[in-house]
């Protein structure tokens, strides 16, 4: 398979546990995306990276979220002390530099916080 | 203020009629749109894009339609199936903030009768 890959699919956590989500995208693209979708709702920007470099984060939900690309590859965005807010659809995605934003997504971690 | 939005948030059609999803934008400065096709506990798939300096693009059985003037974009479904069946979103980019991700809209369900 040479789509977008996250893992795991479905995560239960408590409340105030810390998560992590892990997304390997298309392997030639060089921008990842990270979008949280909740019911009903289209998905919502989170951050994105260009190879290893951040390039948008004022997105962020607040500074209990945080994301890595620390080789340009795969991606993880962590949660920490989970509040059932955070219950939501990660959509990770990858598009190559110049596509205009075509972005193709991965089939995202729903998040579960009890 | 921003937006991407769509008119109807359900859509019911037989099966083999065509079918109309429509999608309004406020922001002059957005120069590329893309419709999005997402089944459940799937990701969005990429169904068509168009950019601004465009007024239609048709792709196989989609067509995309662009009118700048009164900033409203809608995708047709030729000949509908029932696999079209699905929530279908209108994502805009706008170069003017200089960030370079797609905004989604709330996504309309479209709903095949057989």
């Known amino acids: 398979d040479t789509g977008v890959s996250q893992n795991p699919r479905h995560k239960i956590t408590k409340r105030g546990q810390n998560v992590t989500f892990r997304c390997d995208p298309i392997?030639?693209?060089?921008?990842l995306y990270w979008y949280r979708q909740t019911l009903g709702q289209g998905p919502e920007f989170l951050t994105y990276?260009?190879?290893?470099?951040?390039?948008?984060k004022s997105r962020l939900l607040s500074d209990r979220f945080s994301a890595e690309r620390p080789k340009g590859s795969f991606s993880t965005l962590e949660i920490q002390r989970t509040e059932q807010g955070d219950s939501a659809m990660y959509l990770c995605?990858?598009?190559?530099?110049?596509?205009?934003?075509?972005?193709?997504f991965g089939s995202g971690t729903q998040l579960s916080v009890l | 203020g921003e937006s991407v939005g769509l008119h109807l948030p359900t859509l019911s059609v037989q099966e083999g009629d065509n079918s109309i999803i429509n999608c309004a934008y406020s922001?002059?400065?957005?120069?590329?749109f893309i419709w999005y096709k997402q089944e459940s506990g799937k990701g969005p798939q990429f169904i068509i894009d168009?950019?601004?300096?465009?007024d239609k693009r048709q792709g196989q059985r989609v067509t995309v339609l662009l009118n700048k003037t009164v900033k409203h974009l809608s995708l047709q479904i030729a000949a509908t199936q029932p696999g079209d069946s699905a929530v279908y979103f209108c994502?805009?980019?706008?170069?003017?903030?200089?960030?370079?991700?797609?905004?989604f809209g709330s996504g309309t369900r479209l709903q095949v009768q057989p």
């Open positions: 995605a990858s598009s190559l530099l110049d596509s205009n934003e075509k972005l193709f």
């Open positions: 392997s030639e693209h060089n921008r």
């Open positions: 990276f260009q190879n290893e470099a951040q390039l948008e």
């Open positions: 922001n002059s400065a957005s120069d590329y």
């Open positions: 168009i950019r601004s300096n465009m």
């Open positions: 994502a805009e980019n706008r170069m003017d903030t200089g960030r370079r991700a797609l905004t």
